[in-house]
């Protein structure tokens, strides 16, 4: 599967739709969630052309895996739920079908600012 260059974080990325930002450096894009599941949802992107996680394991550059991981720290820590200013929170990204991606460029959902309950259904 290759990657599909119309998908919508594709689209905000390019900056032809909006995204309330909450982020932004070299490596990574981090806005609110058009529908939030818990108090604080956020969603952290790398700028890079990655389907999913898998994908991005394959192929990005170390620099590229530090960038999106320093930058989830970044965001939390922005957001007040990282373990340096508040009280945790979730990451979690879906995998292609039996993960319930929706949007495919890969993406990390941030929970927070509440307990964010039970972890799968
Ligand atoms: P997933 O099921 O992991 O692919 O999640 C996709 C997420 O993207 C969902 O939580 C949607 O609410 C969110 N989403 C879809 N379109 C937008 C948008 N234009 N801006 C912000 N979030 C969006």
Avoid: W
């Avoid at 909450?22 to 700028?47: C, G, M, R, S, T």
């Amino acid at each position: 599967m290759s990657y599909e260059d119309n998908n919508i974080f594709a689209k905000i990325l390019r900056g032809e739709i909006p995204c309330k930002k909450i982020y932004e450096d070299n490596f990574v894009l981090a806005f609110y969630d058009i529908n939030p599941q818990k108090k604080i949802h956020a969603l952290v992107i790398p700028k890079g052309k990655y389907i999913d996680l898998d994908d991005f394991a394959l192929k990005a550059s170390s620099e590229e895996m530090v960038g999106l991981f320093k930058g989830i720290n970044l965001v939390a820590k922005k957001l007040g739920i990282s373990t340096e200013v508040g009280n945790g929170y979730r990451a979690l990204t879906n995998i292609s079908s039996h993960g319930g991606q929706e949007v495919p460029h890969l993406h990390f959902h941030l929970f927070g600012g509440e307990r964010v309950g039970k972890m799968v259904e």
